[in-house]
């Protein structure tokens, strides 16, 4: 029997739906097949049919070097995947985007508790705990670069800064903490008009609930470099 995160990816599945980088359809056997959006209508793409040949795919960029993020707009064109069922198609989902189908499940039941900034950095401990100190500007400044949807991060950030509700920086475009944009069209029109989600292609957004280890490790770089440490 399908779980509470497959039984929401089947309501929000239609015929052509987007999550992040990846294009899934449905097909008439009732499984689903994922490529890179922008090899839509290719059909030169060498076939996985294992939902486990996702880790390696969602492994390095096109240039072959490591994705630590995985959520950043660099994911590997070239591929098609073949996915029986649903169950294998959350399996490979996971490990595309590790974790965001379960904050999709918690947003749309309203029981995702997002984390402001301010208070991850001050729970640090150990060699982080220094990442505590970035000034307001240097958060505005670096979450302006390192999260942005063009050359950064897909995620929507549904956090905050601190405790007043203060968004995460200004440099980022207001559409960067709304779901109902699409982060990956956004990230391929940096300076075009935003575009939400058109009726062609449904689009799971991926979730943001607080800020990851690879910005708590850019913040303390900051510090540790304005200090000379």
Known sequence: M????????????TDSCGFG??????TDSGGFVLLHRDDKDRDDLPVF???????EIARYDDAGKYRPLKAAPNLRHGWRLEIANLTGLRRALDYFYPGRLAM??????NRLATTPLRQTLNRQSGMYRVAAKIS???????LGDFCRSNGGCLR???????AHGTV???????????????????????????????????????LC???????????????KNKSGL
């Open 168 to 206: 995460p920086s200004a440099r980022l475009p207001p559409e960067k903490f709304e779901p109902v944009y699409d982060q990956a069209v956004l990230a391929d029109r940096p300076r075009s008009a935003p575009k939400a989600f058109g009726a062609a292609t449904t689009v799971i957004p991926l």
């Open 2 to 13: 399908p779980d509470s995160i497959e039984r929401c990816l089947e309501a929000a599945l």
């Open 136 to 142: 307001d500007d240097q958060i505005n400044q670096l």
């Open 49 to 55: 049919r294992n939902s486990d040949d996702a880790a």
């Open 209 to 223: 609930q607080e800020a990851c280890n690879l910005l708590i490790a850019e913040c303390r770089r900051v510090v």
């Open 156 to 162: 929507t950030i549904l956090w905050r800064r601190g």
């Open 104 to 109: 999709f499940v918690a947003w749309k039941e």
């Open 21 to 26: 980088q990846i294009l899934m359809r449905r």
